[in-house]
């Protein structure tokens, strides 16, 4: 496992982290999903424990993530000589979904990680998907930086939607707030690219989400595919997303032959390949998907990084906007 500094913080980061969403399980809030389908919690703490040996030493999480069972579960199996980040702002409350970044909600919510998380510290706390009229408010800001202060948080940082511009991270970066941003950005999203180079300047480390696109870049589905109602992917990933993005990816699966490595291996890669990059967290849930995570990877040329870049900018444009639609 190769590590990376975590922008200008003292972390150091391993490259592949653990997205901890999915060992949440299917969790509900109403009648939305929140969650990937049901999880074994007994397969979970196996994959945790898997990642460790690996030399995985960061692990995202989100005390919406299955209603906080993502949380207990690394609580309970954890050493605390590895780096937890989580989230704050979404909530469940009389049965919807709602966003809450009042400084009172956040300070209250921040000990509840730490008891579900059995820690005193929290190493990067993130504001999950605030908005720049959250932001611009105040309270949420005063929050963290009280945290902080009070020793509960050591670095704090905003989890970025994923619709562009995105001015809460120019907002942040003006003013000189906060330590790094979570973004999407893989093979077929790459809307954050502009973000991720002026982040990196400023000093901001950064956490890439998604990279494999809810799975679309494993190359695993097809149009008999389905998911659970409690599969967030079961409105997400509909049968006309999947044809088309098996249409547009044929010439980045040339690239994959070319490396002689899988497309699972092929799209972490490419996120890998910005040296911007701090840590990129695939969803993990099963001691095999860590090893798929973590074995494989290279660097891509730059001609080949533009390539995929150019192709982001016409053929997989339509086929984002229809991801974008579905939710």
């Known amino acids: 496992m190769q590590y990376r500094k975590f922008g200008n913080t003292d972390l150091l980061v391993s490259e592949i982290g653990f997205g901890a969403w999915a060992i949440g399980g299917g969790a509900m809030i109403g009648n939305t999903s929140i969650g990937w389908g049901d999880a074994d919690d ?54 919807q979904f709602t966003v809450d970044y009042t400084k009172e909600y956040i300070l209250r919510a921040c000990e509840q990680s730490l008891k579900r998380l059995k820690r005193e510290t929290i190493d990067y706390y993130q504001l999950h998907s605030a908005r720049v009229d959250h932001l611009e ?19 704090w940082g905003l989890s970025l939607n994923t619709f562009d511009p995105f001015p809460e991270a120019e907002l942040l970066m003006k003013h000189h707030l906060g330590n790094g941003f979570q973004l999407v950005l893989n093979i077929l999203n790459q809307k ?20 494999l696109q809810f799975g679309l870049l494993t ?4 149009v008999g595919s389905s998911f659970p109602v409690n599969d967030h992917r079961h409105s997400r990933l509909t049968k006309e997303v ?10 980045v699966w040339e690239l994959g032959e070319k490396y002689g490595i899988t497309r ?25 998907q860590v090893t798929q995570n973590t074995t494989g990877l290279t660097r891509l040329s ?26």
Do not use: W
């Open 242 to 251: 999947i044809v088309n993005a098996i249409e547009a990816l044929k010439p």
């Open 192 to 211: 954050a690219l502009p973000v991720l180079e002026k982040a990196n300047v400023n000093g901001y480390g950064i956490i890439a989400r998604m990279p």
């Open 137 to 155: 408010k105040g309270e949420c800001i005063e929050a963290m930086q009280e945290l902080q202060k009070e020793g509960k948080i050591r670095y």
């Open 42 to 95: 007994v397969v979970s703490v196996r994959a945790i424990e898997s990642a460790l040996d690996t030399g995985i030493n960061f692990f995202d999480t989100a005390d919406i993530y299955g209603l906080g069972h993502s949380e207990e579960i690394l609580g309970k199996t954890l050493r605390h000589d590895v780096i937890i980040a989580t989230k704050v702002g979404n909530v469940a409350r009389n049965d």
């Open 302 to 327: 730059d001609a080949d990084l533009k390539k995929i870049e150019g192709l982001g900018k016409t053929d997989f444009v339509s086929l984002m906007d229809l991801i974008q639609k579905q939710g």
């Open 264 to 288: 699972t291996q092929l799209a972490l890669s490419y996120v890998l390949s910005y040296r911007g990059v701090s840590t990129i967290i695939p969803g993990i849930r099963t001691p095999g």
């Open 219 to 222: 190359g695993k589905f097809d």
